[in-house]
């Protein structure tokens, strides 16, 4: 099972998606944080999220680039936080963004369960440089695919999760 959650910053798509998982069955919960640590902010902010998990029974796994090349238990239920940090790692620090989606199909069929924290950036009107228009393009497209794929989609809307595609009765 593939699940998309989706929505802007600061929303409450992660919360859900945790809240999301933690009622699944199983007992193997992995947590891919793909936030590439560059600073003491990132490291803070890092911490700060470990330790709003800390009780939940992840195990948590560092993981900014190659998601098919990442070994999941299987039968894991995974969550994947998230895609819009995965492809900005993938592009601009040297890895290859064609291989994201290819990648997560990859540990979708590793995973009893798959989770994808991804984000809405696309309103804001602003004419972005080359690079950055590409980027939102690819983030666009990886959501739409990931969105065919999933059996439920859901955006959040000020902590209020709206169901896209599916029901999250689909997830439990």
Known sequence: MI????????CGKSTYAEKLIARMPGEKRIYIAT???YDEESV???ARHRAQRADKGFTTVERPKDMG?????PG????LEDVPNLLA???FDGGCADDIFPG??????????????????????????????????RLAALNAALAQTADFVCEVV???????????????
């Open 104 to 137: 997560l199909e990859a540990l979708a069929r590793k995973s009893a369960n798959l989770i994808v924290v991804t984000n809405d950036v696309f309103c804001d009107g602003i004419v972005y440089p080359e690079s950055t228009q590409e980027y939102i393009r």
């Open 35 to 37: 936030m590439q640590v």
């Open 158 to 172: 000020y902590s209020i999760p709206v169901s896209i595609k599916g029901d999250s009765t689909c997830v439990l």
């Open 76 to 79: 894991s239920t995974v969550l």
């Open 44 to 46: 803070k902010r890092v």
């Open 3 to 10: 699940a998309l959650i989706t929505g802007g910053s600061g």
């Open 89 to 91: 790692n993938e592009m």
């Open 69 to 73: 090349g990442l070994s999941v238990e």
